[in-house]
């Protein structure tokens, strides 16, 4: 009997030094890296597509690369994202040469974009938005606005602080979090004649899906409707201060989701963040302003085609 204690206690105090030393090769090795395929891009930089490049890095870019201080996409401290994964800034993209991503070529911030895998192959986690399913013209729109010469994003030498991620996060892009495979085939803009199919593109690719549906990491980012509790909301998500808002249902369930909203409803909530006779909507949920009453108007009309889903998320409001 104690010759069969004697192993145990062996065989326990190797495992854990197996655990305490792959513990350790995680946290030693950095995040991994992945081969870098170089991708040809043709922008069109004309006045209508910088212009649209710029409306859509309004929307998914400017919210974590604005930079206050310096009123340009030089990056900040992401007080948004849970301790836990580390102490995260996102970058400077404006066009400097050394600081910026002025030296990057038009391919590599694509493939970055598609992939989450950078010029110098390492993977970016989810904490830096990934386009995967975005239409090709309009990733390209957007390279072609963070070359233009719009104010926000030419040339500032501000100095990056690279990120601190956890050992969770380490740990989680070896297990976990993968790079996106870049599209084979091309991935044409929605018809916008087809509302349906244009509210199903922009709130798939706007993010409105991420945030809606009940949990970042049970989202299929490549198959959104697969996602678990597709825009049913319940996702707690950190405002700036770090406190947990939970997104709304989004569904057209009528006593918990929008069933019973007007288009009018909606177009006010989402462009001004203006609610009836209630409380404001505040950050994350950040007015659209850039979008039209068509393209909003389309995002309800496809909302209404979805399964409804009942499931009634408490409105939590701070000041
Ligand atoms: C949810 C926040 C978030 C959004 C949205 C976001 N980014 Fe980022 N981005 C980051 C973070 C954080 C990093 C740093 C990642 C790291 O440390 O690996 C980053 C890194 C980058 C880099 C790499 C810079 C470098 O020098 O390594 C580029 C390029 C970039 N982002 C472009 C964009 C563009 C273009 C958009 C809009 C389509 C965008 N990002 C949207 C958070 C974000
Ligand atoms: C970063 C996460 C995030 C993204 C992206 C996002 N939302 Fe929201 N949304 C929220 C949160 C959180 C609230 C609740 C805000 C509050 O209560 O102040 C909200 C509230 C709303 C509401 C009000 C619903 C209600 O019942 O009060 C609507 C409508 C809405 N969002 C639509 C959209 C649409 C459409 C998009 C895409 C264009 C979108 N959201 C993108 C997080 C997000």
Redesign the pocket.
């Known amino acids: 009997m104690k010759k069969i204690l004697k192993v145990l206690a062996w065989a326990i105090a190797s495992l854990l030094l197996v655990i305490l030393f792959a513990g350790l090769y995680i946290y030693l090795s950095d995040?991994p890296s992945y081969q870098v395929e170089v991708v040809d891009v043709q922008l069109d930089r004309s006045p209508a597509e910088v212009e649209r490049g710029k409306k859509?890095?309004t929307m998914?870019?400017?919210?974590?690369?604005m930079d206050k201080e310096t009123g340009k996409l030089t990056?900040k401290r992401?007080l948004d994202?849970p301790t836990e994964f580390g102490e995260?800034?996102?970058?400077?993209?404006t066009q400097d040469k050394t600081n910026?991503?002025g030296s990057?070529t038009d391919g590599e911030?694509v493939f970055?974009?598609r992939t989450g895998i950078?010029?110098?192959g390492?993977?970016?986690?989810p904490?830096?938005?990934k386009?995967p399913k975005m239409a090709d013209a309009d990733i390209n729109a957007?390279?072609a606005f963070?070359r233009s010469d719009d104010p926000i994003v030419v040339a500032n030498s501000k100095a990056?602080t690279?990120?601190k991620?956890s050992l969770l996060t380490k740990f989680l892009c070896r297990v976990a979090f993968k790079p996106f495979e870049m599209p084979i085939d091309p991935i044409p803009r929605p018809d916008t004649s087809n509302l349906i199919e244009l509210g199903r593109y922009l709130a798939h690719n706007l993010?409105c899906f991420s945030c809606h549906s009940v949990d970042f990491k049970s989202n299929d980012y490549l198959e959104p409707t697969q996602s678990v509790g597709y825009f049913a909301g319940g996702n707690k998500i950190l405002d700036e201060k770090g406190r947990i808002k939970i997104a709304p249902n989004l569904t057209p369930d009528k006593e918990t989701g929008i069933g019973t909203w007007t288009q009018v409803d909606f177009i006010q909530a989402v462009k001004y963040g203006i609610k009836k006779g209630e409380q404001a909507l505040t950050y994350p949920m950040m007015p659209y302003t850039q979008l039209t009453d068509k393209e909003t108007g389309a995002i309800f009309t496809y909302l209404q085609t979805i399964s409804p889903v009942h499931n009634l998320v408490e409105r939590s409001i701070y000041n």
């Open positions: 995040i859509l890095a998914l870019c400017a919210s974590c690369h990056g992401m994202v995260i800034y996102s970058q400077n993209i910026g991503i990057w911030i970055l974009l950078k010029k110098d390492q993977y970016s986690p904490y830096m938005a386009l957007i390279v963070l990056n690279p990120s991620p993010d």
